[in-house]
């Protein structure tokens, strides 16, 4: 087992056993923290995959914007009440449709793997760009120019959004 | 493979050793500049014009009696200071303090990492600072420092956006985010005089984002006690304290290698200096310029801070970046 392989599996597990924590935890603060950990050992996996950008975008977007936005709003419950709330929301069915699209989507990828197929055409399309950075971004505005503009209008329509549903009850 | 671990190790102590004693003498040199601005002599008791302050200052904090609120939720309590210096000595990876030297026949790089991704990843870590922020607000289960942490995060977060945005421009410039690719480009000119507003914007996200005055609201004393680490005392407290002045000159050693040309000498004929010499005596003259407008401006009202970042500050940086992209298009020849 070479030393990338062996960093794999370490990074791999602690994001695992991480991810496990996050969803155990009663207190929301802890379960943010070890998510924010997740997120860390998660970008380690990306860097070993000569992923960088998508692994300093991960720690800037993810464990340095969402998490902290999230803490602001669970730092506001007391901490008697967050260790009381209930676990269980009654979404087991959507939560097992949604596990069941990641299950299969994973399974794909298992499957081509041991089919010997390539998993996909985006990667060898970015190599001809050289850099991670140059790959990502001539690819995301050229080719996936649609679903990237799509994306941006579904953020800006939930901006408008939250910002309407606050007002509503501002003024209620 | 393992002499590549041991340079590392040694170019890792040595840095580290570097920040350590520039946040030890940061400290002095922040109250001497402070008693000179206000016309009093500052610290002088403990050696010479009061040079061997900041010694006196580390035992006398690690002497202190820890106190432990008992209605803390320990974790949080107890992981939070720690937070706080992480950052600064993570983004100590990333700095081009120089060049690179030569010994025995073997050229050495003096950066320890020579990463493509170096400010986004500078981006990324310095954001976890929050972390320490809120998270020791919160986990003294008491209003005050509660408030402060709040507060705190609603003005790093929006001014880690500025910061971002100012760097931007420089990135298009130079067409790397690779900080020593950065460094190179600025041989001849630096790039403060190409990106004037970029500078001024990055210096006031920086303050900004370290909760320093103007802009040091989540810890403003008249209303809040002592902000976020109220609670805390002894080596806990002296942790948020130094990861604040880490971040001070992290923050100055990043700008140094953005707008000050990093390690090359402002003039040719100054240049027998050696470059890590220059990028030190940079990145002081930058600290040095917090100090100065800490102890000379009045601290912000809350609405004025949130105001000049939106409503200033924002369209300021991307007008910035339009200009820019205009610039790099116009040069590369048009359309």
Known sequence: ?172 | MVEIVIVTIVKLLIYFGIMLLFVAYGTLAERKVAGHIQDRLGPYHCGPHGILQPLADGIKLFFKEDIVASASDKFVYFLAPALAVVPPVLVLAVIPIGDSITIGGKTIPLAVADVNIALLYFLGVTSLTVYAIMLGGWAGNSKYPLLGGLRSAAQFISYELILGLSIIGVVMLVGSFNLIDIVRYQKDMWLVIKQPVAFITYMIAAIAELNRAPFDLPEAESELVGGYHTEYSSMKFALFFLGEYANMVVSSAIATALFLGGWYAPVHWLSFIPGPIWFLIKTFALFFFMLWIRWTYPRLRYDQLMGMCWRFLMPVTLLNILGTGLFVILKNGGL
């Open chain 1, 1 to 172: 087992m070479s030393w990338t392989q062996f960093f794999f599996y370490v990074f791999a597990g602690l994001s695992l056993l991480c991810a496990l924590m996050v969803v155990t935890r009663r207190n929301a603060v802890h379960s943010a923290i070890f998510l924010i950990i997740t997120f860390f050992f998660m970008a380690a996996v990306f860097v070993i995959l000569k992923a960088e950008l998508l692994a300093a975008v991960q720690v800037l977007v993810y464990a340095g914007g969402v998490v902290s936005l999230m803490l602001y709003v669970i730092m506001l419950v007391k901490a008697e009440e967050a260790s009381q709330v209930k676990q269980n929301l009654g979404q087991i069915a959507i939560a097992a449709f949604i596990a069941l699209l990641l299950a299969l989507q994973v399974g794909s990828i298992v499957y081509l793997y041991f089919a010997q197929k390539p998993a996909g055409k985006a990667a060898v399309e970015a190599l001809k760009y050289g850099g991670n950075t140059e790959g990502i971004g001539a690819l995301l505005y050229t080719k996936y120019l649609f679903p990237f503009e799509v994306a941006s209008v579904l953020l800006l329509a939930a901006m408008v959004g939250a910002i309407v549903l606050a007002k509503n009850r501002l003024e209620r």
